[in-house]
């Protein structure tokens, strides 16, 4: 059970389109706040896009999210499941990145979760863009690679971009294989579709045992048999799961750089986290929402639900 | 048959983007007109949106689905009915809330429906936010209370909101159960969805005998299934038709005020319309159109759409 | 396999949202451009919207398509084609209409295509309204009627509006069929919906033979089944292939001026053209994209993507 | 003083959002209305484009201005007139364009004002685009050509667009003055600037008469000095006004087909209107307000703003 | 001097688009914080839009206030003042409306007010619409009527709305000098401007003597005169300022529920403020503006940098 | 005179809103191209915002720019100048970015300009952020520092940011003084205003003698005074023009990252640009226009106007 202290603000004393906007309205705890230490689930906050190609945006992600996520209420829908009361859940507040230098930017964000690591606390990621889940990996998948699941209409594993670099959101899946974070025979990656520059990404999946799930094969399946395939590669150790919000068909999600038609409604974009119960999911990211091109901010609050919906399989894992 | 007075503008004569919008091009008759006395299903707006809790906008809805409506046609498609052919349909105007005042709104409101009731006038309203289906039926079923298929993402049927209230658009159908103006063993709610503040709704429900289906019911029976059930729920006495836009899922309806990710797409939002075809409905709604976020005017368009669908029912029930 | 002069700019060395927008980033090859000669299948802007009845706007889709367009890699995802690779593909620009004036503006597009037609250039073109195909057809099947796969919510079979006009987009495909461009026995038109003005069009049809199949049908039995008998019914013989973006719904492509709720989602939008593999497409058309109704870009951007379809389908009947 | 029917409906009793949006929320009386030989001023929407060069629009011009117009109030907040209870004033609702052929729409907008005239109604005119000028002015100017007080950004004198047509919103007042329904010595054009095809608008004003004014002259002699200049052109007799909203800087009406910057701004915009007090103003019209490119609503509010000030111009001119 | 506690988050280590949005990236303290009693300036949101009689929407303005604020920097750009190190600042949070009950939203709020002026916490408040100035002034000017600088397009003087209510955003300023809250002898209204329904608030103005200087003054004596006037009238006794964002014209401000055309610019609206310098301001609030009708957010970003330049002065006052 | 290869499209053959939108409707003469010797004015893309301290957007300028620019007419209003028939004018594509690697960038930009200045090529740049400034100072300025006309609402003269950076929009100019690239004592920068971080800018401009004019300064002068001070300073010798569109007020300009209010309207926008007639213009910019935040594209239609006022300077000035 949770201390009070961690409770989000009621709807019914402050309504929740009023008052300070933190994720799902739970206290602003930063890491020199008294009661940091017992905060065993952090919502994080990572307002950078410096690793987009296309269309920037996402680093006005996680302040639209904290914004939407006020619309969440204590209980969910249809586990019952009252996460806030179940475990210490806090907002973290947002990592500072260097807007010009990514080299930079990432090693202070690697810094802060290899802080978060020490102190036990879980962390729920709001990105920013894809680059962003290199440096969470970093910071808590050091000793022991974990294993992932990975929503996407990209596999983000590709070699280099623009002459030479690794540090877009094309690259850092493939980066956290080469460093060892992540397991390969324990990764799968669902959705993937849309037009190629070539093939070189599926090659190294490939090679590396990387299970991809295209979104023909998610259509013919459906998703209980897909996420079935899922929870047995993934298994019981420590996970990983990494949500690019480009996953989602773009009627539904047309807030993200990089679109793909053709993806899950609203409803399946729910549905494969909630198959994911049982999991033990260690930490979880929620990227690549792009405020600038969302007019009806439809996506951040999609975001924010999917979020909700990490937040309980992670409540579950504790 | 009806009068050729009460025949819409041809699109062939004035362009469907031309023209005082009224609703559907139908005549505007106050109920001070002439032939007042004459219309049987009376269009009706609602513009006020005083029972929101988070975000307002529904007193612009019977503006925007009017505009919307002039782009319906005179036949429906898939069973060719022409309805405007087939009862005298007019456009009522819409009923002056005071947009300071619930409690006198809602007198205002009722005096008004209890006034068509006794003219004999059918109403279908636009609204507004769902607190206004609750007037409607208390001049409606005064006498004897109706059945009801009710579309929804939430049940509104909450005891009590900010401290004590039930003027919101929480709590309508739990008023109208405990007036006696619907019968709970004639209600179902089809759509519920979304975390919740806690289980007092579903407990009302339960205890009332009033059948709920949630999104995961739905999807997992689907449209011809459910509504099957529901038809014979709600049985072949006099019922309405309550319908809020947010049943539908945000991607296709994002003008509402409390989306809730995950429902149906837009031709099964049509679809169970369809599907009450033989039911005796004898009033309807189309609630929370919320035009300031709605930036395509989509969600107005399909709002204006599904009154066709209700109208064409309204009429055959005739 | 293509010239190198007719590959696109990579996004490796120009980032896709830099540079001159051309459709697909090709080459632009005007006519009188020394290599247009060269050209197999020329992409071509038809800037205009004369012929709408309802909300205008297309007379932007080609600029606003060679925007989005540019997001379009080198490879499909599913089948592999390098279709830039494997057939010389220009941007041939657009073909300047007369805005205030119908008929010298079709007298401008037929001759532009019969002079394609002449040079043996496949069209692969972006509308513009639907009116634009009439003219397309007059060019290049004079000498013998086409078969067609049409999606659209509407048939466009009317025979006049406004008091007797046939230069509208609900006439084209009678005019074109009355005109011996269209062979009706080999026609299809997928998805039509809608509330109706009248049954003539669907007399038409029937007195004729084509082949409609109503959004009903096409749910009912799936996109493998319905697509199956349109390859059947087009055969092997040359075809066109028209796409109206309203075919699709409203809440994936609301950047259009006549919608109708409850079309495919984005997924079936791309698998009915996939599903066209092997018909011998010497022709296609992609209209009805209006951009200031479109405020995320998201319909030119499926606009674009379905060009991509349909130009492989154009490449492999090559 | 007007009869009460004529009265607006009031704010107090209907909200101002609130109800079917007429004109300035004047009833209803089309010309078979049987009060309507009653109507001393008659507010008439003529919802078509047909004569754009570039950007659609206007065409929904007529419905986003009687929408915004419902803002008004009863009194001039300077003179305090109350034009309402000075004279019968009417909303006569839209003539109906043939969409797609501009001669015969412009014979339908003829045929009607002819109709105004015979009957000894005024017009108000809401566009449309500003070739509707034109054939307001065959209606009432046959007998005697009138003064003008142009505001607008382009002087709309050119000899003919698009390989010879005169069918544009570019020509509209040279066919004017060749027909002989305007005077040119009467004539003043206020506000032209913007880039230019060449002089030959300049020339033919210079060869008429027609008095320019630049906005370079505008700015550096101020509203009060050009207005009075503008009364002594235009004199006591009758005159019409007609203004293009393209006249006011798009930073205040980006509302627009055709806006170019350096504009005046909105006090300014308002004041050139005021300051005609006293001219004899026996038509008027508020052109080229397109609400797909106004996405406030901002050009609309200004634009009901401006007809509501040259509404008393026109009552104080009876 | 300010304790560091009190110093904003600097945009050098965290950018201005990141961290969670307080007022000017203060500190959130709310008054139950173990340093609440430190504070001298608390800005305070009132989320509330129970009183408009119009278009709601200003109960969203103090979160879009906030996420706007912090591109604020440290030192004003003209005088040099660097207020957050002159006085100890902070945001205390929102005071909770009560979303459907606007006689227990004014107790709270009156109620908050109570308590901040017991603590010596002098309120620069963000609204909400204007009818929330009347519950801080009865909060904080029981014992001593205040002088008032109020910038406004409307009077907000009126007796009553909608068949007899005083509660609604026309009707404050009444109320509160009725209450002996304000001393008419010491206020001024400057802007008032647009349509009127009759002139019973200016007799108000007139019979108990306050200065109202109506646009058209503002612009023939220009700002320097008129606001030498407004320091003379409110003299160096406690004052309150009162900016309702409807005093700027909708070109710059066009976030607000009843815009009027024909207000000041940008640099005019800024500069009023600043020309108050020299009065003792005990108070002062933003209100009206209306994240809905705001596409740009600018209307956000100009009410957050009015409150800085009420802050420099509430600061100067100290 | 002008080779005609080098004129612009005409808007009586291809309407304005149709064909590929090059810059004003100018051939695409990439280097390599044959003619590319010809070009005397190369307008260049800088499709870049790697620099922006707060929202990114600017890589999108180039392309919106380019949009906007066909409504360019071939004759200025008020000189009657007719650029494009006076000089060989070109539209020379967009530079290639490094999208993730600013030094990487700001090499490639280099050797651009670097290039152009060895073929005689003078370009005038559409960025881009005014970062992008740096590098074409660094390909033209090389040889002999430049005077400067800087319009701004910043000075971007701060040494650093974010922890030691120089490569940010914030810093070009002091880069650019710096490395001798400018004369400070021909330099003027108008328009500043804002809140500030701290004083180190006006310290630095004081120190190096560069002239910075105030907004308030601006308005109290005039802007013919103020330019004629302008003049004076930068004198006959090769000097820069560089526009950055923030400079403008943002109601006339809200589409830039980081706006400032109280800026000057769209006349006194253009007519400081006018004003430097005589000047020597061998090189300008237009810079951080940012499409993603504006929603009628009115700043990148003001960026384009100006663009062409600046052409036109450098025209005369060849």
Chains 1, 2, 3, 4, 5, 6 share one sequence.
């Not at 929740?16 to 890491?31: D, S």
């Amino acid at each position: 059970m949770s201390d009070r202290f961690f409770h989000p603000v009621s709807g019914m004393e402050m309504p929740r389109f009023a008052g300070i906007p933190t994720f799902m309205r739970l206290p602003h705890v930063p890491l020199d706040h008294p009661r940091a230490d017992e905060v065993q689930i952090g919502l994080v906050g990572l307002p950078w896009d410096g690793g987009v190609s296309n269309r920037a945006g996402p680093r006005h992600g996680p302040r639209q999210l904290r914004d939407a996520s006020t619309m969440i209420r204590a209980q969910h829908g249809v586990s019952g499941m009252r996460p806030f009361e179940a475990a210490n859940c806090a907002d973290l507040g947002d990592v500072g990145p260097n807007p010009v230098d990514n080299p930079d930017t990432l090693r202070r964000f690697e810094a802060y979760f290899t802080g978060l690591k020490e102190r036990g606390i879980r962390p729920l990621v709001a990105g920013g863009d894809h680059l962003c889940t290199l440096p969470v990996l970093r910071g808590i998948a050091k000793d022991a690679p974990l294993g992932l699941v990975h929503f996407d209409s990209h596999t983000d594993l590709f070699p280099a971009y623009f002459g030479g670099t690794t540090l877009t959101h094309g690259n850092p899946f493939r980066s956290a294989v080469e460093e060892g974070l992540l397991d390969p025979a324990r990764m799968i990656q669902i959705g993937i579709r849309g037009t190629m520059y070539d093939s070189e990404d599926r090659d190294f999946a490939k090679a590396h045992g990387i299970r991809i799930v295209t979104i023909e094969e998610f259509f013919d399946r459906g998703v209980k048999d897909v996420m079935a395939e899922a929870r047995a590669i993934v298994g019981t150790k420590p996970a990983y799961m990494s949500y690019d919000i480009d996953f989602v068909d773009p009627s539904v999600a047309p807030g993200t750089g990089t679109p793909e038609w053709g993806g899950p409604n609203a409803y399946e974009a729910i549905r494969v986290v909630r198959e994911c119960a049982g999991l033990n999911i260690v930490g979880a990211d929620l990227v690549e929402v792009s405020p600038p091109v969302d007019p009806t901010g439809g996506t951040a609050w999609l975001g924010a639900s999917l979020m909700f919906e990490m937040l309980c399989l992670m409540v579950a894992a504790l």
